[in-house]
């Protein structure tokens, strides 16, 4: 399943949401590029995709849900990719 939340993220000028996947990354970046979001806006575990983009994602078949219930999905799936873990080795 692919979950998105409400554009609410500002940044450079526009407001954004993070969508993800809870089945696989191959499912979350299949999508992603239905949708006609670079692969550029992956991050980690998910992609951070523009307000312009958000009614399409949810047309496409994406839920919407809080913010908060985003890494709590991501954990329960096994897909969260702190940012601690994906830091290089010093």
Avoid: C, N, Q
């Amino acid at each position: 399943m692919l979950y998105v939340d409400r554009p609410a993220w500002p940044w450079r000028g526009r407001l954004w949401s993070h969508l993800i996947s809870d089945v696989s990354p191959a499912e979350l970046h299949a999508f992603a590029e239905a949708l006609g979001v670079s692969r550029r806006a992956f991050d980690r575990d998910h992609y951070d995709i523009p307000a312009e983009r958000f009614a399409m994602a949810v047309w496409l078949g994406a839920e919407v849900v809080p913010s908060r219930d985003l890494v709590a999905l991501l954990r329960r799936s096994g897909l969260r990719r702190p940012k601690h873990l994906t830091r290089p080795a010093r």
